[in-house]
C-alpha cells in the first residue's frame, strides 16, 4: 500500500479466505525517497490528461512498483511463502464524478519480479459502476471488528455504535451502527495538507508529533471559510483526491506557520465531527499516522463525544491496517466476494471488483479451482 501521505509503501503479510483472519505476519515499510515523492506529486498536477504511457509517468510507475518488488521480496525472505499480492498502487488522480480512478503501478512487472499473481486497480469497477471508488478499507475495518466483537473481550460486546477512523493523508471513517450495518465515506483532508505546509515552512514533510501546531492557535475565520465548502454537507458515502483541498493552502498562507498547522490540526479534526453519523460513535478507533500526532490526537478528543482511542487498544497495528487490508481485498478479489457496497462505496448494489495480473503461470494455494 501506497497511500495519499506519499511517505512510502507499507507491506503486510495476512492470512485470510477473504471473509476473517487467521493470522498476522511480518510487515515493513520503505520509505520514498524525496525525489520519488516530489515526482509523484508533480504528476498530480498533470494526472488529469497526460497520457497512460508518457515517458515521464512510466519512470515513475516503474521506480514506485521497483520499491514494492523489494518490499515483497524482504516480506519474502521473511516468511518464505506468500500466494498472493494485493497492489493497490499509487493514487495520482481520483474523480468518480468524471468515471475516473487512477492508481500507478505497474502489476504485471510486480508479478513477474516476484513469480506471484497480482491483483490490483481496486477502485475503476466501483466507479464504472457508479459509486465513489473509495473508501475501500471499511471492508477491513468490519471484518477487525466483527472479530473483536466475537472475543467477548472487555467491553467488546456493548461497543456500538463505533467508528474506525483513518488518519492518513485524507481521512476516513468506518461507522458500525447497532444493528451492525457499515456507513462509511471521507471525512476530510487527513495529515495531507498539514505535511505540505510543514514541507513549505520547515522542511520536512511532517509536523513531527504535532509539534508546530501545538505552539499555534486555530483561526476560526479561516477554518469557517474551509468548512463551508459544500463537500462538508455531503452525506456519506462520499470520497476525496488528495488535491482537492490543496487551495487551502491559499486561505492560511497569511497565517504564521504555527497558527497555520494549529488551523490545519482543526480542519482535520472538526470534519471529522461534522460528519453526519446516524449515531454519536460509543468509541472512535484510529488507524494511520495521524494517530502519532498528539496535536491530532488532542484535537479528536476535543471534538467528539465518544472515547477517542488508538486501534492499538484492541490489539491492532494502526500503521499496517491499509496493507493488511489490500491482502485482505485482494483475496475477496480472487474469490470473487464484493468490494462495492452501498452503505461504503455508494455503489448501487453489491460488486466485486480488481484486476489480477500474472506474469508466471504459478498456482495460488487453496484457490486451485
Ligand atoms: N510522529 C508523527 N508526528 C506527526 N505526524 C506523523 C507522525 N508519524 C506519522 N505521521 C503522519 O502520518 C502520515 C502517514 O500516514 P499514513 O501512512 O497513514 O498515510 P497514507 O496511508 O499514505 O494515507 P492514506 O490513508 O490517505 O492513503 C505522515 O505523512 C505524517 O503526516
Ligand atoms: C482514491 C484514494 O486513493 N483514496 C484513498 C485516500 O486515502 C484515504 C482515503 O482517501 C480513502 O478513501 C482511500 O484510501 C483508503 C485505503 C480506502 O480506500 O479505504
Redesign the pocket.
Known amino acids: 500500500?501506497?497511500?495519499?501521505?506519499?511517505?512510502g509503501v507499507?507491506a503486510a503479510l495476512i492470512e485470510t479466505d477473504g471473509h476473517g483472519i487467521r493470522h498476522r505476519g511480518a510487515s515493513l515499510s520503505l520509505p520514498y525517497t524525496p525525489e520519488l515523492r516530489e515526482a509523484v506529486y508533480a504528476l498530480f498536477a498533470k494526472a488529469h490528461d497526460i497520457a497512460v504511457d508518457a515517458p515521464e509517468l512510466r519512470a515513475v510507475e516503474r521506480a514506485l512498483t521497483d520499491i514494492h518488488v523489494q518490499a515483497v521480496q524482504r516480506i519474502l525472505a521473511i516468511e518464505g511463502q506468500v500466494d498472493l499480492i494485493g497492489f493497490h498502487g499509487q493514487?495520482i488522480y481520483h474523480a468518480p464524478k468524471l468515471g475516473r480512478t487512477w492508481q500507478i503501478g505497474d502489476a504485471l512487472h510486480l508479478s513477474g519480479q516476484t513469480g506471484l499473481p497480482v491483483i490490483h486497480d481496486f477502485r475503476s469497477a466501483d466507479v464504472a459502476a457508479g459509486g465513489e471508488g473509495a473508501p475501500l478499507a471499511p471492508w477491513y475495518h468490519a471484518a477487525c471488528l466483527s472479530a473483536w466483537h466475537k472475543s467477548g473481550e472487555d467491553g467488546s460486546d456493548s461497543a456500538r455504535p463505533v467508528a474506525v477512523l483513518?488518519?492518513?493523508?485524507?481521512?476516513?471513517v468506518t461507522y458500525v451502527g447497532r444493528d451492525g450495518a457499515i456507513l462509511a465515506g471521507d471525512t476530510g483532508p487527513?495529515?495531507?495538507l498539514?505535511?505540505d505546509w510543514a514541507l513549505r515552512h520547515t522542511g520536512i514533510?511532517?509536523?513531527?508529533?504535532?509539534a508546530l501546531a501545538r505552539a499555534g492557535n486555530v483561526d476560526e475565520g479561516c477554518l469557517d471559510k474551509v468548512l463551508s465548502d459544500p463537500f462538508f454537507r455531503r452525506p456519506l458515502p462520499r470520497s476525496l483526491d488528495?488535491q482537492t483541498f490543496a487551495g487551502v493552502l491559499d486561505i492560511v498562507s497569511t497565517l504564521s506557520p504555527e497558527d497555520g498547522a494549529a488551523t490545519l490540526v482543526a480542519l482535520t479534526a472538526r470534519s471529522v465531527a461534522q460528519t453526519a453519523l446516524p449515531e454519536a460513535p460509543l468509541r472512535w478507533l484510529v488507524?494511520?499516522?495521524?494517530r502519532?500526532?498528539p496535536s491530532?490526537m488532542r484535537a479528536l478528543n476535543e471534538v467528539l463525544a465518544g472515547d477517542v482511542l488508538p486501534v492499538e487498544k484492541l490489539g491492532w497495528d494502526g500503521?499496517m491496517v491499509?496493507a493488511e487490508c489490500f491482502a485482505f481485498l485482494a483475496v475477496r478479489s480472487l474469490r470473487g466476494l464484493p468490494l462495492s457496497a452501498p452503505g461504503i462505496t455508494g455503489a448501487p448494489e453489491l460488486a466485486t471488483g480488481g484486476r489480477l495480473s500474472c506474469a508466471a503461470i504459478r498456482p495460488v494455494a487453496g484457490f486451485a479451482s
Not at 1 to 7: E, I
Not at 205 to 210: I, S
Not at 287 to 290: A, E, K, L, P, V
Open positions: 500500500m501506497s497511500g495519499t501521505s506519499l511517505d507499507d493514487t483513518n488518519i492518513g493523508g485524507v481521512a476516513n487527513g495529515n495531507a498539514l505535511d514533510a511532517c509536523d513531527r508529533d504535532g488528495r488507524c494511520g499516522g495521524g502519532h500526532n491530532i500503521d491499509e
